[in-house]
């Protein structure tokens, strides 16, 4: 089964500044898809980002982008002038292209935006 | 206009007691899952269905039994609860291309004294 691996428990940034969140992943597949979801005090989980394998652009939304880098199985969550709504767990997850298409979640990284 | 809905948002009920949670979802897609989120925010997969059919049953006691009478609806019934059932319980649904992102529903705090 694919394993994904977010190393961060923990993350801190000053309002208005950038953080990187980090993720990697284990995999023999060469299609696949991978999702950064937010999930605030409220609990309800929201897709923040999406990125499709065998595209080499990185995904950008707005203040989130991600650095997909394949070969090293690594797809990090950058968010830029962070506010203080930004604070929540991030979960980075992969979807398999394969039969059942499931998804696989990492541990999560709670963020922390500090006024 | 709630894509994905789960009710109840909050149960606390005894230990051994037997308790339901329903999902339903009005985004017209196939597959519809229940994940678990522990105390530690760890997100697992319990079960997952498409169009009604079983596709991926975890690891999970046998006293938990979801049903699909549809595939709009994905409910969970919970017999025999135990301390350790204290989670919350997410609903969601995709479409089975790989492109699908996941819907999640509000979650639902089970508390077990």
């Known amino acids: 089964a694919q394993t994904v691996t977010q190393s961060q428990p923990e993350m801190s940034v000053q309002e208005a500044e950038t953080v990187t969140l980090s993720c990697t992943y284990d995999?023999?597949?060469?299609?696949?898809?991978l999702f950064w979801y937010k999930q605030p005090p409220s609990r309800q989980m929201i897709l923040v980002i999406r990125q499709e394998a065998y595209k080499q652009q990185n995904a950008t939304e707005n203040r989130f982008s991600v650095n997909f880098q394949k070969a090293a199985k690594s797809f990090s969550l950058k968010i830029s002038d962070s506010q203080l709504g930004d604070a929540a767990m991030y979960f980075c997850a992969y979807r398999s292209a394969g039969i059942g298409n499931q998804f696989y979640f990492g541990t999560g990284t709670s963020l922390t935006v500090i006024p | 206009d709630t894509a994905v809905s789960q009710t109840p948002k909050y149960l606390v009920t005894q230990m051994g007691n037997d308790k339901s949670i329903k999902c339903e979802q009005n985004l017209g897609h196939d597959t519809m899952y229940w994940y678990k989120q522990d105390s530690k925010k760890f997100l697992k997969i319990m079960f997952s269905y498409n169009n009604k059919e079983l596709i991926i049953n975890e690891t999970v006691p046998n006293r938990f039994s979801p049903k699909s009478p549809d595939k709009a609806h994905l409910n969970l019934h919970i017999n025999s609860l135990e301390l350790g059932d204290s989670a919350v319980y997410f609903c969601?649904?995709?479409?089975?291309?790989?492109?699908?992102?996941?819907?999640f529903g509000e979650g639902s705090r089970l508390t077990v004294l």
């Open positions: 995999t023999s597949e060469s299609d696949y898809y």
């Open positions: 969601a649904s995709s479409q089975p291309t790989p492109t699908g992102e996941l819907f």
